[in-house]
């Protein structure tokens, strides 16, 4: 279920007390073997807080809740909770993830080590006044 008011204040976009949400429980989540994000785990070793990364490699929800505001200068405000667990980690037992994010879209964009020249990218840097 998605609920949220979206407006435009001259022009650019508004979000306020958005919220998503999973109506069926259920699902996994799982990357890639051999992706960017496989090799940066194997690469951290027992630097990865709490190895959520390696509990994400197969996790299977019960429910996934996201609430967040975007704000007319790009500010994103973004508070996650996910419900399940991984049968291949700890013996399966429950992990909630809790992820609070706050940034700025725009300028996180801007940034050359996450700019993708993909068509889609660049549209949506065109309608958010990207350059």
Not at 24 to 37: C, H, P
């Amino acid at each position: 279920m998605v609920l949220f008011q979206l407006r435009l204040e001259n022009g650019s976009i508004v979000i306020r007390n958005a919220t998503l949400q999973t109506q069926k429980s259920g699902g996994v989540l799982r990357y890639i073997q051999g992706s960017a994000i496989d090799k940066k785990v194997k690469e951290a070793g027992a630097y990865n807080p709490l190895n959520i990364v390696e509990v994400l490699g197969n996790y299977h929800y019960n429910s996934i809740a996201l609430a967040f505001d975007y704000a007319k200068n790009g500010d994103l405000s973004l508070k996650t909770r996910i419900e399940g667990k991984n049968p291949d980690f700890q013996h399966g037992r429950p992990i909630n993830v809790n992820i609070k994010l706050n940034d700025n879209i725009p300028k996180l964009l801007r940034s050359k080590e996450l700019i993708d020249s993909s068509p889609i990218v660049a549209q949506i840097k065109q309608q958010l006044g990207v350059q």
